[in-house]
């Protein structure tokens, strides 16, 4: 069953613009990963959130969990026609196996 | 992080027949999953695939129509059985990293039934 609601499920932006997404989950999670697929292919991790982390970086992406509030956002920041594609969540509950949201699909127009 | 390839890329079978998925992986790894995308969708876990032992299959899915091989750390192959158009999906393997936690995905297989 999926853990995780991708929210907005659809986003479209201009280049040089900022996107944020954002994922709710329903239990308790070791880590959060965020993930980028372009045109049904295969998965690129992104970034990854320890339950413990408030916060990381990583170039133009940024990823905060709360899990008071059992969610995640995820902020490309300047974003690119090339960003265009579709982002996932998927929590890590501890037994290592990931539960992933329904994505988000980001379309960045020049 | 661990470089994963799939074999076939994507493939069109007819009903009925079976397809073997193969995954491998460039480096010893302890553990390999293997999912499932149906056609606009998310992705769902199958099962985990357990070297020397039985896969460990995810509610839904059951060995006799997925059967998944481990041989050794850096192999693991998929088996979609008895295959109906509801089977079309985008199967991907992924691998584990224990100590990062990090999970890696291969570049997945399009499967078309007809």
């Known amino acids: 069953s999926q853990q995780g609601e991708e929210d907005p499920q659809a986003l479209s932006i201009q280049e040089g613009e900022n996107a944020t997404m954002n994922c709710s989950y329903k239990?308790?999670?070791?880590?959060l990963q965020w993930y980028r697929q372009n045109s049904g292919r295969g998965l690129v991790h992104l970034i990854l959130?320890?339950?413990?982390?408030r916060e990381k970086h990583s170039g133009r992406l940024r990823v905060t969990l709360d899990t008071s509030k059992k969610s995640s956002s995820l902020l490309i920041t300047a974003s690119r026609a090339a960003d265009t594609a579709s982002y996932f969540c998927?929590?890590?509950?501890?037994?290592?196996?990931?539960?992933f949201g329904k994505g988000t699909m980001l379309l960045v127009s020049p | 992080s661990a470089v994963i390839s799939q074999k076939p890329s994507r493939d069109i079978c007819q009903r009925g027949t079976s397809l073997t998925i193969q995954c491998q992986v460039d480096?010893?790894?302890?553990?390999m999953f293997w999912y499932r995308q149906q056609p606009g969708q998310s992705l769902t876990l199958i099962a985990t695939?357990?070297?020397?032992?039985?896969?460990?299959?995810e509610s839904g899915f059951v060995i006799d129509k997925f059967p998944i091989s481990r041989p050794n750390l850096t192999f693991s192959t998929l088996t979609v059985s008895n295959m109906s158009p509801e089977d079309s999906s985008i199967y991907l393997c992924?691998?584990?990293?224990?100590?990062?936690?990090?999970?890696?995905f291969g570049p997945g297989t399009r499967l078309t039934v007809t």
């Open positions: 959130i320890r339950s413990n982390e």
């Open positions: 695939a357990n070297q020397g032992s039985e896969a460990t299959y």
């Open positions: 239990t308790s999670i070791n880590n």
């Open positions: 998927a929590t890590d509950e501890g037994y290592s196996t990931l539960t």
């Open positions: 992924s691998v584990g990293d224990l100590i990062r936690a990090e999970q890696y």
């Open positions: 480096s010893q790894v302890t553990m």
